[in-house]
């Protein structure tokens, strides 16, 4: 999509005027990562977009500068090396709105082969796209508590998300790749798992959103894709998905 943004003089003939145009695109990851490294010219700091962010390409030449159109950086101006922007810049269709529903099934312990425990995992089945995963929503563990309010830094006991529906929200940040990097490694995991670092964020305000749907073996309330093989399809749908103008969200989840 191209759209006029400013009208400039650009020669000396009176009342001459040069329409400005600029283009929409989405960006893309280089890699099997999930994330885009740019450079951010307020500050000439690098940051890291996930996939399908709108942004107004304006000047192309050795580099190529960018107006990032949602999310963390929104109205940034940001650039990469052209060969780069060629690849990572492109047009693109976003879907409407994802939808997710989590069916809890009930409690099974399970012993996780890349991780080597076993847990007390609640057990569901998520539908997606035409698709569905085994997931966990809840391992009944003890976690350190990060997120800001009630027990901020304290020990606490997980437990899963009351039924409802919810936002997911777009990606914002990396993971620690600590705490999934295994499953591609290790014995039992999936060698083919990608974008494992990016997590979407679930919309709950009595956890400062710090439950997510991720991939992995051990959820502390999150709706984790226990099938290491059915991630990378969650991933795409989730990621091509936008259901509201500002690019805030991705979709929703029911659980059930």
């Known amino acids: 999509m191209n759209q006029v943004i400013a009208r400039a003089r650009t020669n000396t003939a009176a009342n001459s005027v040069h329409q400005a145009v600029v283009t929409t695109k989405y960006t893309k990851s280089p890699d099997m990562s999930g994330w885009l490294k740019v450079q951010l010219e307020s500050s000439g700091q690098m940051a890291f977009l996930p996939e399908f962010v709108k942004v107004s390409v304006i000047k192309e030449g050795s580099r190529t500068h960018f107006i990032i159109l949602e999310g963390e950086y929104k109205r940034e101006t940001a650039s ?30 399970l012993y996780s082969k890349p991780r080597n425990d076993t847990h007390n995992q609640l057990v569901g089945t998520l539908s997606f796209n035409g698709q569905t995963s085994m997931i966990s929503l809840d391992s009944d563990v003890k976690f350190w508590e990060t997120a800001p309010g009630p027990g901020f830094h304290t020990w606490k006991q997980s437990k899963p998300l ?28 999936n060698p083919d798992l990608k974008y494992h670092t990016v997590w979407f964020p679930i919309e709950y305000a009595a956890t400062a959103n710090s439950n997510f749907v991720h991939v992995g073996n051990l959820s502390e ?36």
């Open 162 to 189: 009351p039924k409802g529906t919810y936002k997911i929200l777009a990606p914002q940040h990396a993971h620690n790749p600590d705490s999934t990097e295994f499953y591609v490694t290790y014995p039992g995991g």
């Open 221 to 256: 309330g999150c709706v984790t894709i226990y099938d290491l093989t059915k991630w990378n399809d969650v991933y795409r749908y989730l990621i091509s998905n936008r259901s509201d103008k500002e690019g805030k969200y991705v979709g929703i989840v029911t659980i059930e």
């Open 80 to 109: 990469l090396k052209s060969e780069n922007a060629a690849k990572c810049l492109v047009a693109a269709t976003r879907g409407s709105g994802a939808k997710l529903v989590a069916k809890m099934k009930g409690r099974e312990r």
